[in-house]
């Protein structure tokens, strides 16, 4: 099955500097990236996602890059705003086994005013 | 409202009851699924649903017995459950189980807060 493995389990910066958030995967087969936020004691949320026919995606403040030769993804934030503060998770799916996604450990975000 | 809801939020029970949690979503989706959060593991999915047919069971222990008896609703039976099973207990729901972009987009629920005493 998909392994994806997620860096760094924490990271802390400071307001209006940038963050960075990075996946690997290991099933070539993999087409579908999604990053969820989860804010404390709230529900994840979808915030941005790629397909693998797409090697860049841009909403607002928020970017995802897909590297498929190396098997990563990554979450860019930029001029970070302390209500960005939350645990971002990415997935991988290949869209064929049942619609399962393997989701990554999370990454914990505080951005220090 | 998000469009899935979960209740009760949080629950406390002891090893030898019996509880059931209740998800609803009003989306118009026909998959829904359990997920498991414990800390500092990735999200682990335990049962998918399609158009009520369960169409997954990622190896759950029998103690956790799902229930889907519509599209829009679904149910996780809790038994004899061991303190190693208090996590957050998430639900979502998907316009479609198979493809990618946008029928593959989980909304979730906000999850009941489960502790095992």
């Known amino acids: 099955g998909e392994n994806v493995e997620q860096h760094p389990s924490t990271l802390s910066v400071q307001e209006g500097d940038s963050a960075v958030i990075k996946c690997t995967y290991s099933?070539?087969?993999?087409?579908?990236f999604p990053w969820y936020k989860q804010e404390l004691g709230k529900r994840p949320q979808l915030i941005i996602d790629?397909?693998?026919?797409?090697g860049e995606k841009k909403d607002q403040r928020i970017a995802v890059t897909l590297n498929k030769t190396a098997k990563h993804f990554s979450l860019h934030i930029t001029e970070t705003q302390p209500e960005d503060s939350a645990v971002y998770f990415c997935?991988?799916?290949?869209?064929?086994?049942?619609?399962?996604?393997?989701f990554g450990t999370g990454t914990s975000l505080t951005v220090i005013p | 409202e998000t469009g899935v809801t979960q209740t009760p939020r949080h629950l406390v029970m002891g090893m030898t009851n019996k509880k059931s949690l209740k998800c609803e979503q009003h989306?118009?989706?026909?998959?829904m699924y359990w997920y498991k959060q414990s800390a500092k593991k990735p999200l682990e999915l335990m049962f998918v649903?399609?158009?009520?047919?369960?169409?997954e069971n990622n190896s759950v222990p029998s103690r956790f017995s799902p229930e889907c008896p519509n599209s829009s609703h679904l149910f996780l039976h809790l038994h004899t459950l061991q303190p190693e099973d208090s996590a957050l207990y998430l639900c979502?729901?998907?316009?479609?189980?198979?493809?990618?972009?946008?029928?593959?987009?989980?909304?979730f629920g906000s999850g009941t807060r489960l502790t095992v005493v």
């Open positions: 979502a729901s998907s316009p479609a189980l198979t493809g990618t972009g946008p029928l593959a987009r989980y909304t």
């Open positions: 099933d070539s087969a993999s087409n579908y």
């Open positions: 790629i397909r693998s026919n797409v």
């Open positions: 997935a991988a799916s290949n869209g064929r086994t049942g619609n399962q996604f393997y």
């Open positions: 989306l118009g989706h026909n998959a």
């Open positions: 649903y399609n158009f009520k047919e369960q169409t």
